[in-house]
C-alpha cells in the first residue's frame, strides 16, 4: 500500500485586490503550515488567464501575489513559492485530466455557474476546465493537504474524485510499472477556522470579493491603517447589541461575520469573543476590531509595497522556486505518462 508524505499545496489567483478573505482563508494557514509541512504556495497565472487580463496589469499582479507571500510570513526558502505557468508540467498534467474527468463533474461546479452567469456560450473553455488545472495543480505534487477558503471546497472534491478515477481506471497500469497501490493521494482541504467564509463588509449575504466593484466591500492587504480603520467603521451591522453566546449570531450576518473576522485576527474563538464582547455595542467592538486588524495587517501592506519594487528580488524567488518544484513534478509526470502509455 502506497504510503504518501504528507504534503501542502495551495494557490492564489493573481486578478483583482488581495484581501482579508485570501488572508485568513488561505495566508495565514500558509504561515503556521510551514512550521510542520513541507509546502509548495504557488501564484496561480494560468488560472487567472481563464478570463481576459491585461498583461501588463498580469504580471505585476503575478509579483504582488508572491510579494504578499512574503510580507505575510511564508519563508521562501523553506518553502517553494513559484507561478504555476514556470512548471509546463501543471498545464501537461492538466490535459491529462481533462481526459479523465467527465462533463457531468464539471457541469456540476457552482463557482463555473457563478463566474459564467447567462453568458455560459461565450466564456472560455479554460474557464470551464478551471477545476481539472486545479486538479493537476495539487496532485503533480502529490500534495495531501490544501489550505484554503470555503468557496473551494468542491474544487478540492473534484480533485479527490479525479485522483480516485486515475487510480481505477489505470490500477493494472500503476501495479504493471512498479507501485504498490494507488498512484495519487486523496488530498485533504483544510477549511477549518472561524474565517473560512468571509463575507463583504457591505452585505453578510455576499463573500468578501477580489471583483467586487464596491472597495468599502473588503478590507485589501495594501489597505494603510486609515483605511482599515474606514471601512471597519463603515461595515454593515445591525442595531442590536452583540449577543453573549453563538446562538445569538443566527439570523445576524454582519454581526456573525465581524465576530468570525475578530476571532481569526487573534487566533481564537468565535465564543470567545462573544465572552469578551457580549452585551457591548457595534462601535466599541469595531474600535476594538480596528486595533487587532490594524496590528496584523499595518505592516502586511508596507512590506509587500516594499517588495513589489524590488521586480527582480520576486523574479529571482520565483525562478528559483519554479526549479525546485520542476525537480519534484517531472518525475510524477514521467510516472503518469509511463502509466498512460505514452512513450518518453
Ligand atoms: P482565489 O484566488 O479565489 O482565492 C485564494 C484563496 O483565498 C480563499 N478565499 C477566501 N477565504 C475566506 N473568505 C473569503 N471571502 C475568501 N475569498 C477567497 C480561497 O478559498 C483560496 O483559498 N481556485 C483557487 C486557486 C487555486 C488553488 C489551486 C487553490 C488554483 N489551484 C490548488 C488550492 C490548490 C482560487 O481561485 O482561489
Known sequence: MTIFPERVFSGI????????????????????????????????????????????????????????????????????????SQVGEHAELAWVFNCVARLGWLNRMTQF???????????????????????????LYRATHVPVGEDQKQHIELARDIAHKFNNDFAASIVANGHDGPFFP?????????????????????KMSKSDPSDFSRINLSDDAEAIAQKVRKAKTDAEPLPCEIAGLAGRPEAENL???????????????????GGAQFSAFKNALVEV???????????MRRLENDPAYIDNILREGAQRARNLARPVMDQVKDILGLIR
Open 113 to 139: 455557474k457563478e463566474k459564467a452567469g447567462k453568458d455560459r456560450e461565450n466564456v472560455s473553455v479554460g474557464l470551464f476546465a478551471y477545476p481539472d488545472l486545479m486538479a493537476a495543480d495539487i496532485l
Open 293 to 303: 486588524a490594524v496590528a496584523k495587517l499595518g505592516s502586511v501592506g508596507g512590506e
Open 13 to 84: 489567483q493573481p486578478t483583482g485586490h488581495l484581501h482579508l478573505g485570501n488572508y485568513l482563508g488561505a495566508i495565514v494557514k500558509f504561515v503556521a503550515l510551514q512550521e510542520t509541512h513541507e509546502c509548495l504556495f504557488c501564484v496561480v497565472d494560468l488560472h487567472a488567464i481563464t478570463v481576459a487580463q491585461d498583461p501588463v496589469e498580469l504580471r505585476k499582479a503575478i509579483r504582488r501575489i508572491a510579494a504578499a507571500y512574503i510580507a505575510s510570513g511564508v519563508d521562501p526558502v523553506k518553502n517553494i513559492i513559484f507561478s504555476q
Open 259 to 277: 465576530v468570525g473576522i475578530y476571532a481569526a485576527l487573534v487566533d481564537g474563538s468565535r465564543e470567545d469573543v462573544l465572552l469578551e464582547f
Open 186 to 206: 486523496l488530498p485533504e482541504p483544510l477549511i477549518q477556522g472561524p474565517a473560512a467564509r468571509v463575507m463583504s463588509l457591505r452585505d453578510g449575504a455576499k
